[in-house]
């Protein structure tokens, strides 16, 4: 696997696998009518995805030429934006690389802290990688709500 900087060209395989992603990865922790509105609240915004992509600090997972997953870091609000994995890819290491990329960069760039908006199935990867909820957060998408944890790690030795 090697991870590579996104590109706005990404857009149709970063957003399939944020589709595959939510609707399977998540089924345990969201309902299918929670699932919808996730993933169509993501879908709906292609000029604010062509512009995160376009962004310096995006990161994918590539294998076989095919995406595995995709984070991004926003370094002006000490942010981890996006971490999504292809099921297929789920629990082979894919989210962890791409975070110690992410916080190697973010520790380059002198970041004191990340924050994250954490799904309720991503909380425990976190968790395990020094997160500390900060508080429980709800997301209203206008037809159902989205429980999701505000997660900080210190980045300060
Ligand atoms: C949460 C999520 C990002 C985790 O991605 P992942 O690539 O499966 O995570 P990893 O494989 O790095 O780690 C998960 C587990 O896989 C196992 N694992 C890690 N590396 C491994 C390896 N090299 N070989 C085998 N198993 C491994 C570990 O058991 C690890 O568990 P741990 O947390 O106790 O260490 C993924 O489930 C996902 O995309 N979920 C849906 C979308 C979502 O909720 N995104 C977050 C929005 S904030």
Redesign the pocket.
């Known amino acids: 696997m090697k991870l590579l900087r996104t590109g706005v060209d990404d857009l149709p395989a970063l957003q399939a696998c944020f589709f595959a ?2 609707s399977v ?2 089924a345990k922790d969201y309902t299918p009518e929670q699932r919808r509105a996730w993933v169509s609240r993501g879908l709906d915004h292609a000029e604010t995805w062509r512009s995160k992509l376009g962004s310096q600090f995006g990161w994918k997972a590539i294998e076989n030429e095919t995406v ?2 995709f984070i991004l870091l926003v370094p002006q609000d000490n942010l ?1 934006d ?5 099921p297929a ?11 110690w990329e992410l916080e190697r960069t973010a520790r380059t760039l002198g970041m004191p802290h990340l924050e ?7 909380q ?3 968790e ?2 020094g997160y500390a909820l900060v508080e429980k957060e709800e997301v209203d998408t206008g037809s159902c709500v989205l429980p ?1 944890a505000l997660m900080r790690k210190s980045l300060q030795a």
Do not use: C, K
């Open positions: 992603s939510v990865l998540t595995q997953g981890i996006w971490l999504y994995v292809s890819a789920a629990n082979s290491g894919v989210a962890t690389h791409l975070l994250t908006h954490a799904s309720i199935t991503a425990p990867f976190f395990r990688r999701r």
